[in-house]
């Protein structure tokens, strides 16, 4: 019987596909498979771009009608709640009886229900032959407001790979002391701040770091920037993210690619490494072990992709800067 306590869906469209799956193996030890995840790890899903639901489970049943037995048991009293029937791959119950469940349970729970704005949502499920009942928490795309900050960059990520970068970098965990060495104007910072994570950035380019904070402030955030060259910086973090400079805006030779990496590889045991040119044997070649990889394209773009590399330290020291 399963004994997980949470079930997640995902959405995303084929080129970020890996991106999820790197994201799902950092944060819950495993992928999601058909867009679906049964864990007994918690995560938000407005953390993430991808994760769109989580139910907590609190009932379920191979058999629908002690289920419901079960749920008058617990005398729930919710004013104003909502139930909505998730569809799972392999259900094949029509639309009129999902309904009539729907109502089953409405009639299970004491209190007015509020379909528009609902205080509290539960979800039916069926999967593999098992119902399931739970509060069904969504992704609420608060986040999506970073999408109009006040100021940009041509150089900046999307918001999606920037929650994932969070994500991978804090494998889930909101204690976890990130830092973003090659900040810009903040995107992956700003999503770091509305998902509660503990975050600092740096960059070389004054003005760069002057719209950081002007966007971090624009939202209310207060994580630091600080306008530096990541070979000046010496506190220490848990991780960190290094979105490496590229193009006329933001140049960098190889050997600037290498001190970059190095001096990062100097005040953190967990690099999170983009870049869109294939730079894996420069990691190796500061010392750097990868654990994982994942490439991300851009959509109608097939040629222009991200990659991104998780590197650990290989137990001894990374190769000093050059
Ligand atoms: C690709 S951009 C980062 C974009 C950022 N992720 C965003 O979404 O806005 C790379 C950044 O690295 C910064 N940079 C280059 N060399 C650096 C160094 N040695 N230390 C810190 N930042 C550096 C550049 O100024 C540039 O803003």
Redesign the pocket.
Known sequence: MQKNKYIYTFSYDNPESDLCKLESRCIFNKEEKNKLLFSNIKAEPSSSAFIKKRLDIILFSEDYDSLITEIKKLSICAEGFKVEYIVFDGDSTKYALRLEKLRDIGYSIEGDSDYYNPTITYALCLYEGIWYFGELIKDNFDWFKHKKKPFS?S???SVNI?KALVNIAAKGDKEKKLL?????????LLEASFSGNNIEG????EK?CKDAKGNLSHFNYSANVYH????DISKKYDAAII????NLL?A?TDS?IL??IGSTAEITDRLVIVSIADIANLISESGLKISDYCSVSKSGKRKFARKIWICEKNGQDSKQKI
């Open positions: 960059y150089n900046s990520i920037a973003d060495a090659c900040c810009g104007v903040g995107t992956i740096s960059d070389i380019n760069i530096s060259d990541i070979k979105d490496l400079p590229y933001s960098a600037d001190n970059i």
